[in-house]
Each structure stands twice: as C-alpha cells, then as structure tokens.
C-alpha cells in the first residue's frame, strides 16, 4: 500500500511527488516522463531560474530526479482503471494493481487533431504533432504547420533551422503568439504564411504529399512533404471521467484551485489536466499544491 500514487510524469506530477516524498509519505509515480509534453517540449526560455533557457528533457530529468533524491518510486507503466474502495484506491495497469490511500491526477493534456481527411491515415508517414521528435526527418524539405497559437510559433521557428520551406496554414486571421516568437519570425527566409486557412485534406498515398486547404470559399493546395500539427490542446482525461469525476465545460477536471481538490475525497489533479494557462510554470505550482493538499489529507 503506497500512501501516493501519482498518476503522470509531467511537471506536475513530478513536483507533486517530490513533496510526498520530501513529507515522509511512501510515493510512487506511474508513467513515462520521456513522453511528457515537457520532455517534447524542447527549449524553454520562461521557466525562473535559467537564464539561457533549458531544454524539457533536460528540465524532466532533473525533477525526477529530486523526487526520487526523497525517495520517489517511478514506474513507467500507464494506468488503465482506478477503483475507488472503502478507504483507499485501487488503481490497475496493463500487467499489475496498484494500491492507495490518495491518488493525484496529473495525465496532463495531448495535441488536438486537426480532423480532417488524410490526417489519421498519414499519422507518422509525414504528419507529425511533436517537431522536437520528428522535425530532423525533414531536412532541407516543405513542411506545413497547421496552427495559430503559441505552439505553431514554436514550430515555425524550430523547422525553419531544418526544413528548406516552411508554410505556416494560420486557422485565425493573424498568429495569436508572443511578441518575442512574432519578431524572431519576421526575420526567416524560408517562411510564408497564409491566415484565415480552413483546413480540408492532407493528400498522398504512402506519404505526405500535399495540404489541402480553403480561404474564403475558394480551394487551394499547397505542396508538403510534412505536416506538423498545432491546433492546441485536450485534456487526457478518460481515467477521470471514468472515475465519475466533475468536469468543466471544456473536458477538464474540475478542482477548487486553492488546493486542487476534485469532486471526490482523496483525489486531486494538477496541471494541463485542470486547464488553465498550460505552462510549466503553473503546472509546477499546481502540482505543488496538490502535494501539500495530499499530505494534510494524509496527516
């Protein structure tokens, strides 16, 4: 019987754990750090405490290892049900079970698809929805970023050290981003940009060939050898919902934020998982307050 189980390896499922950890609680983590959007993430400029920046994966590894410095566990199993019991939970991954007295929440959130004709089919055969981890693949080629926030900003700027061209499929009439990200774009060689685009078909066989696309009414096509995806965010919240957890409107678990209870005793959530800003930043301090909530629950 673990006091904690933590549910993500993200940032906020890492810091919740160093806490559990450095309280004296016996805590364990169940899932991959590597594949955390943080560890995806690559250069992060605005998180306090690096001047220079630091890269996600770099950022995971040092969480965890504080966490495990306390005496953090972590398994790199996914949890495939949690079963609330009399006074504990029971929570049960592909080849073992699990037990709890407190679970913490932090599955945090994955790329919202563009849905659309050709996108499913062309999944990691030229679409792609992380460019730290296939960006490299197209090298000195035409890509496409499908987006209009942050995120394809991001991507812009990555692939266009890369790729020979880089097309920006903008979904909303101007690029909603950072004016640090907006001035460093203005200065690439190899971008365009189309704004107001809707999106109909990504197009080719065995490969990525084309976008297609519409501005207006009127169809267009622009050639691409890949597409990276940027259309934002959605919660992975399936565990929650099956617990029978409150949602928000928008498909997050629902938490009074002053100490990131949910709406069942002994169950907390922290991170993208709750919505909000989706930063490092606020997800490392929602984790730590579901930590210290979890350790009060405890006593």
């Known amino acids: 019987m673990h006091d904690v189980v933590i549910v ?4 906020a499922g890492l ?48 969480m965890l290892a504080q966490a495990q410095k306390f005496g953090a566990e972590n398994q790199t199993e996914q949890v495939e049900k949690i079963v609330p019991l009399s006074n504990f939970f029971r929570l049960k991954t592909e080849n073992w079970q699990y037990e709890a007295r407190t679970v913490i929440l932090a599955m945090g959130a994955g790329h919202r698809p563009l849905g659309v004709p050709g996108e499913k089919e062309l999944t990691a055969r030229g679409v792609s929805y992380c460019v730290h981890c296939d960006g490299a693949l197209f090298r000195n080629k035409a890509v496409v970023v499908a987006g209009y926030g942050n995120g394809a900003a991001r991507a812009v700027l990555y692939l266009a050290n890369i790729a020979g061209k880089v097309h920006l499929l903008c979904t909303r009439e101007k690029l909603v981003a950072e004016s640090v990200y907006l001035e460093r774009i203005k200065n690439l060689s190899n971008y365009t940009a189309t704004f107001g685009a809707e999106i109909t078909e990504i197009q080719g066989d065995d490969f990525v060939t084309a976008v297609g696309y519409k501005v207006g009414n009127t169809p267009r096509t622009v050639k691409a050898d890949g597409v990276f995806v940027e259309m934002g965010m959605k919660p992975n919240a399936d565990l929650a919902i099956a617990l029978g957890l409150e949602m928000t409107p928008g498909g997050y678990v629902k938490v009074n934020r002053l100490n990131q209870e949910t709406s069942m005793p002994g169950v907390y959530a922290a991170g993208d998982l709750t919505g909000g800003r989706l930063q490092v930043a606020t997800a490392v301090g929602s984790g730590a307050s579901a930590g210290i909530s979890a350790l009060q629950y405890l006593g």
């Open 8 to 11: 993500g390896a993200g940032p």
């Open 15 to 62: 810091t919740a754990a160093m806490y559990c950890a450095r309280g004296g609680k016996k805590t364990l983590v169940l899932g991959n750090t590597y594949s955390s959007q943080q560890s995806m993430g690559g250069l992060y400029e605005n998180y306090p405490g690096f001047p220079d920046g630091i890269q996600g994966i770099e950022l995971s590894e040092r």
